[in-house]
Antibody, heavy 116, light 112 residues
């Protein structure tokens, strides 16, 4: 059975940092494209970042230079390091597998709140 | 970025009646391999998104056959033949042809 379990969310002050984790079971993270998608409170979905099986990474402009996506192959876990956080980064963050122009498996999400 | 425009944004439906959601991308979603990467997701209250449809019309395993997807070019539709109470929630289209992937604004389906 495929499972993606996010953790690491919480309340952080503006300018602070947080690292999100996504523990995966049922498939190998390093053999797949893995993404982070976020959803601000009461808003729609926004694709944030992807790491390819090759290790190449991509980000939307609003997080470029502040967020870093990575993975730990031994732990089969995906990460999102978030620095210089602002109120606009407040959202539920979901990890998902990207395959065939789609996002087929999603985690349950972890809430990040940026507030003083 | 490709803008995905959904309509309506609010959809009150009587139980047992059909429902239809439109999704119009700002440009063609046909990829160089000939495929059209248009997806539909359902997000029930308090849950994470769940994929219903991929590549325009392919239903995911476990998705009831009352859900169907159709369309081409820049005009796509999700149809529910007979709405049930468990269908309440938000529906999002998403394109996976152009980077970055982008979503529609979401359509809130509620029971009238």
């Amino acid at each position: 059975e495929v499972q993606l379990v996010e953790s690491g969310g919480g309340v952080v002050q503006p300018g602070g940092s947080l690292r999100l984790s996504c523990a995966v079971s049922g498939f190998t993270v390093s053999s797949n494209y893995m993404t982070w998608v976020r959803q601000a409170p009461g808003k729609g979905l926004e694709w944030v970042s992807v790491i390819y099986s090759s290790g190449s990474t991509f980000y939307i402009d609003s997080v470029k230079g502040r967020f870093t996506i990575s993975r730990d192959n031994a732990k089969n876990t995906l990460y999102l390091q978030m620095n210089s956080l602002t109120a606009e980064d407040t959202a539920v963050y979901y990890c998902a597998r990207q395959a065939g122009g789609s996002l087929d498996y999603w985690g349950q999400g972890t809430l990040v709140t940026v507030s003083s | 970025d490709v803008v995905m425009t959904q309509s309506p944004l609010s959809l009150p439906v009587t139980l047992g009646q059909p429902a239809s959601i439109s999704c119009r991308p700002s440009q063609s979603l046909v990829y160089s391999d000939g495929n059209t990467y248009l997806n539909w997701f359902q997000q029930r209250p308090g849950q994470s998104p769940r994929r219903l449809i991929y590549k325009v019309s392919n239903r995911d395993s476990g998705v009831p056959d009352r859900f169907s997807g159709s369309g081409s070019g820049t005009d796509f539709t999700l149809k529910i033949s007979r709405v049930e109470a468990e269908d309440v929630g938000f529906y999002y289209c998403m394109q996976g042809t152009h980077w970055p992937y982008t979503f529609g604004q979401g359509t809130k389906l509620e029971i009238k």
